[in-house]
């Protein structure tokens, strides 16, 4: 911490206590000595020792956060968010002052527990977080949070909850593949999270979702790692099927299968809270009474014998059908195994030794390179990564963190390489996606296409590894495998705008621009903000000669956010034809500054 207690902040702001700590500075309880009000401070320190990318990054994060902040607390449209109180500089440490909001995160209840949390509590905490995310997501443009997770969510002295920390929101940009940069907590991160596509409204009910799963089993979810009907239900047998669902829904790896809206999951919530049995009244001992003089024996009143895992020995309640422990059947009557006793084993401690590399040395720096990405310093994450594995502790979760690090940077072969270790161990299609966007980056299409067909093979319906697979198809050539593999996305995920721009280009490459223009346009009809659809139309409709409408999609595809060499190409190229030089040469310039050996481009710059 750099501040101390009754340090006094811009003449007017006392230090109370500390309330936390993060990697680029602290949170502090203070007073207003002007009102005699307390709020919450946020410092964000300007760290002489690390890269000036990095403090950079950091400043221009910040007042982003500050921001966001001054405008939910203009209009908030019924979020219950901390309110924005004032923010300054102090030498070259920036300072955010917010609502104080007091009670407990619910990390630190978990954490507390050291198991599930009453089911009742979560429905109702997560029914009030929802209502906040509604009002964010219905903002224009929507507030999407990105960093949902058991630490960002306080528990109030009044029982309700609230959301807390805005770092990392953003608002959602139509039009966009993908985010600048994706940040968010591993184990609660969605695959739009990774790159898998722009963050949205579902990415937060993804987190959301990870969060319950935390909160109802007291085990972090796996990073991107789908859980599976019943999975919940072995790790919490008291857990009711109709909750264990909506989480399952909420944590599908593909967007369009999860709810669609805060509002829609909130609504399941309340209908499982609903149907939650009544809590049962407070029971009371009864008063021992004053022993007798009676001297006939009494029979014995025994407990309930606990079902004992026959597997690791743990002791589960009696009526329990799977243990909590490691989820195997429990059998009435089984007794521990003779080398175990009926309670939790304790993880042995692994020494260092030739046969057994792991040493905490290696946890050490695993840690710290997950640190170090949550922060963005992904240079640190990279070498951290590397000396964790050369140490030993090579786990799935390194190899994500350590392949999205190498994304970055803009290191796609190493990214590739790390994805595909990831898969060796975890082979699902999360680890198999990452492998194949890396290898794409990296021009390697073939390696691509292997990757997603084995992702495939993994989750047979998800629409996103259909589409990847149609996408790469196309760009090897093999035309008539991507259409098949488009048309059985576009079969699970029905009117998707992407799909059905993919098809469009199949069909422009195909020489087939009225099917194109048909396709096109119905991709415009169901997202009429989606620019790549526009794009491909200008460009189908330029195929068709119709040069008026090719520029009028083509200049809106523009104003839409996409700068591609091909659409600057088209423009170019339909200005050329109407007879505006100069718009033409703009065009092709744009054009060649995405892609300067388009051989075309050059050729009809030089023409004008």
């Not at 630190?108 to 089911?119: F, H, N, Q, S, V």
């Not at 995310?133 to 999407?144: D, G």
């Not at 029971?283 to 026959?310: I, M, N, Q």
Request: some cysteine.
């Amino acid at each position: 911490m750099s501040l101390a207690v009754g340090d006094t902040l811009a003449g007017r702001y006392l230090l109370i206590r500390p309330l936390g700590e993060g990697g680029m500075g602290g949170v502090y309880l203070v007073e207003d000595l002007r009102d005699g009000g307390r709020w919450a401070l946020k410092e964000v320190l300007d760290d002489a020792s690390l890269p000036e990318d990095e403090r950079q990054w950091a400043r221009n994060h910040f007042n982003q956060e500050i921001a966001l902040m001054r405008k939910l607390s203009a209009y908030t449209g019924g979020a219950r968010i901390p309110a924005y109180h004032d923010d300054f500089i102090i030498g070259s440490n920036h300072y955010l002052v917010m609502e104080y909001i007091s009670g407990e995160t619910l990390e630190t209840r978990i954490e507390a527990t050291k198991g599930p949390l009453p089911e009742r509590d979560i429905l109702r905490w997560m029914s009030a977080v929802l209502q906040t995310l509604e009002a964010l997501h219905r903002r224009m443009p929507p507030v999407i949070v990105r960093d949902l997770k058991p630490g960002n969510i306080i528990l109030t002295p009044d029982g309700s909850a609230r959301v807390i920390d805005f770092g990392i929101a953003r608002t959602y940009k139509p039009g966009m593949a993908t985010n600048t940069e994706n940040l968010g907590t591993l184990a609660y991160a969605s695959p739009e999270h990774h790159g898998h596509g722009q963050t949205d409204a579902r990415s937060d009910i993804y987190s959301l979702g990870a969060t319950m799963y935390h909160a109802l089993t007291g085990r972090e979810p796996q990073p991107l790692e789908a859980p599976m009907p019943g999975a919940l239900i072995r790790l919490n047998p008291a857990l009711t099927p109709r909750t264990e669902a909506l989480i399952v829904r909420a944590m599908n790896l593909s967007p369009a299968m999860r709810f669609q809206s805060a509002g829609e999951m909130r609504a399941e919530v309340e209908a499982a809270l609903a149907a939650q049995p009544a809590p049962a009244p407070p029971h009371y001992a009864p008063v021992p009474r004053p022993a007798s003089r009676v001297t006939h024996a009494v029979p014995a009143v025994t407990a309930p014998t606990p079902r004992v895992c026959p597997r690791c020995g743990f002791a589960n309640r009696p009526a329990a059908r799977f243990c909590a422990h490691d989820g195997a059947p429990l059998i009435p009557g089984a007794v521990a195994p003779a080398a175990t006793k009926p309670a939790l084993p304790a993880r042995p401690r692994q020494a260092a030794s030739a046969t057994n590399p792991v040493t905490s040395d290696g946890a050490t720096h695993a840690r710290r390179a997950t640190e170090a990405f949550a922060q963005g310093r992904y240079q640190q994450t990279i070498v951290h990564g590397r000396q964790a594995i050369e140490r030993g502790h090579t786990t799935t979760d390194l190899l994500v963190t350590l392949a999205r690090a190498y994304d970055q940077v803009n290191r796609p072969l190493e990214a590739a390489s790390a994805w595909e270790r990831a898969a060796q161990i975890r082979p699902d299609a999360a680890t198999l996606l990452g492998a194949a966007a890396a290898w794409r980056a990296a021009g390697r299409l073939a390696e691509a296409q292997v990757a997603l067909t084995r992702a495939r093979q993994s989750a047979p319906n998800d629409p996103e590894i259909s589409y990847q697979l149609g996408v790469v198809n196309m760009a090897l050539g093999q035309f008539a495998q991507a259409e098949g593999d488009l048309r059985e996305a576009l079969a699970l995920e029905p009117r998707a705008p992407r799909v059905l721009t993919a098809l469009g280009r199949l069909a422009i490459q195909r020489g087939a621009p009225d099917a194109a223009v048909e396709l096109l346009r119905q991709a415009i009809a169901a997202d009429a903000s989606y620019g790549e659809a526009h794009a491909e139309l200008g460009r189908a409709l330029l195929a068709r000669r119709a040069l008026p409408e090719a520029i009028r999609e083509l200049e809106l595809a523009r104003q839409l956010g996409v700068q591609s060499a091909e659409a600057s190409l088209a423009l170019g190229m339909a200005y050329h034809a109407t007879g505006r030089r100069q718009q033409a040469r703009e065009a092709l310039r744009q054009a060649l500054a995405l892609n300067p050996g388009d051989a075309e481009a050059q050729r009809l710059l030089r023409a004008l």
